[in-house]
């Protein structure tokens, strides 16, 4: 689900930001490295992310089995949808969408705008489409998060979600921290206990933390509250030294998944939801080391060992499954992720967070693939490619979750370098 926070204060309101082997011909084609975002803070509230469904464990642990070193058939044909980084966008159309984004900046002024998405911890589709808006008031440290509902066409409600108050951290090395302006920057989780907050949907009331991510931030309010004497609240050398064990880790990984990272990605999901009998989202510590053999991520012991201290903080022996895989991989930055959500609320206009495989063959186009324009290629061999792969990634057949097609673009963003090649990838088919 996406939530969106707006911060603001009764003084100036506002957040701190820290803030190959040979290609596939198919897959060089659309870029746009000219196209910026004037404005920082995205008009439209971005949709949040879920996981996936389970199947049998014998079927996970055979599709995992066939992981191999060599590209698959499937790995060349995901490797096709690079073939948008070849393709300019249009300097008209570039012009146009930065003229309405300054407009919208203006508009949006006086207002501090933390957009922040509900962390894909939670697996439940429903939840990936909430529209959240939340507020933060410097002069007493409080917040409050709210929902936007669309009711018909043109009315919107605006519903409580998170009551206004003095929160603390409930997971990671701050846990029991006060909130403080500088815990708001663009990445950075907020975390509540969902006993706390009884108005929250069931759906999300089934784990004991709410997790919320910030997307978005009004960079002009952040900067003007930067001169007012407030105190940041800067990275601890404690989590630093655990961001280095996760960057270690993650270099590692890098060169293996680079070619293959939507297959084992998307893989590796499926094969920890298979894992998670009780269907809320922990593993133990065996399971991980299970999984990283199993596709293959070579880890050394001193690193996992380190990592699990760090990731099971509170001691019980278990962890959720989306927090390891992206410590162990990584994960986009919120740039991309917010055109992967576009284009999956483009598909998902009734808001339910899965997608029926017949509507994304509807409004895939392939027209301006290199390869299409070219004559090597048809369109709907393009869109078959790419649809098989899609399908791949999916425990149901004939549907698609948010989680498992962010875990499909995660996969690409991986071997992609530039941040607008990848935006180009979303943007070009999806008309985003």
């Known amino acids: 689900m996406d939530l969106e926070v707006k911060g603001v204060a009764a003084s100036p309101v506002s957040q701190t930001q820290p803030c190959s082997g040979r290609k596939n011909p198919l897959q060089q084609g659309w870029t746009s490295k000219s196209w910026a975002m004037e404005n920082p803070c995205l008009p439209v509230v971005p949709r949040l992310d879920l996981g996936s469904l389970v199947d049998s464990d014998e079927e996970c642990i055979q599709d995992a089995e066939a992981i191999v070193d060599d590209l ?26 930065s003229d309405a984004e300054v407009v919208a900046a203006e508009k949006k002024k006086q207002t501090v705008a933390e957009q922040v998405m509900l962390d894909h911890l939670s697996r439940n589709g429903h939840d ?34 998170i009551q ?11 846990k029991g921290k006060q909130y403080q302006l500088g815990d708001f920057y663009i990445g950075a989780n907020l975390t509540f206990l969902s006993s706390e907050h009884p108005r929250l949907p069931e759906s999300i009331k089934e784990n004991t933390v709410l997790t919320l991510r910030i997307t978005n931030i009004d960079r002009g309010a952040s900067d003007s509250l930067k001169t007012d004497s407030v105190e940041h609240d800067d990275i601890n050398n404690q989590e630093a030294n655990d961001r280095l064990v996760f960057k270690a880790i993650q270099d590692v990984l890098k060169e293996q998944l680079r070619k293959r990272g939507v297959r084992i990605l998307t893989g590796l999901g499926k094969y920890l939801q ?20 199993v596709f293959h991520l070579e880890v050394s012991e001193n690193d996992f060992e380190s990592l699990w201290l760090i990731l099971n903080g509170n001691g019980d022996g278990k962890v959720d499954y989306g927090e390891f895989r992206r410590a162990v991989v990584g994960e986009m930055n919120e740039y991309r992720k917010s055109f992967v959500r576009k284009a999956f609320m483009k598909l998902d206009f ?60 995660e996969g690409l963003s991986i071997g992609i370098i530039d941040d607008e090649d990848f935006v180009n990838i979303l943007r070009t088919p999806w008309g985003i």
Do not use: M, W
């Open 274 to 293: 298979q894992l998670d009998k009780k269907r809320n989202g922990l593993l133990e510590k065996a399971d991980f080391k299970q999984a990283l053999e």
């Open 72 to 97: 698959t058939t499937l790995d060349r044909k995901a490797l096709l949808q690079h073939g948008y980084t070849d393709n300019p966008y249009t300097a008209q159309r570039t012009t146009r969408k």
């Open 350 to 409: 009734n808001k339910t967070g899965t997608v029926s495989i017949i509507d994304i063959r509807k409004c895939y186009c392939a027209k301006k693939h290199p390869q299409v324009i070219s004559g090597h290629s048809t369109e709907e061999e393009i869109k078959s490619s790419f649809l098989e792969t899609l399908k791949d990634a999916c425990i149901k057949s004939d549907e698609v979750s948010y989680g498992e097609f962010e875990d499909y673009y």
């Open 164 to 174: 206004k108050s003095i929160y603390c951290h409930q997971h990671g090395r701050r």
């Open 128 to 161: 990936a489409c909430r529209e959240l808006v939340g507020f933060f008031f410097t002069h007493d440290q409080s917040l409050t998060i709210y929902e936007y509902r669309q009711f018909g066409k043109n009315r919107t409600n605006v519903l409580p979600f």
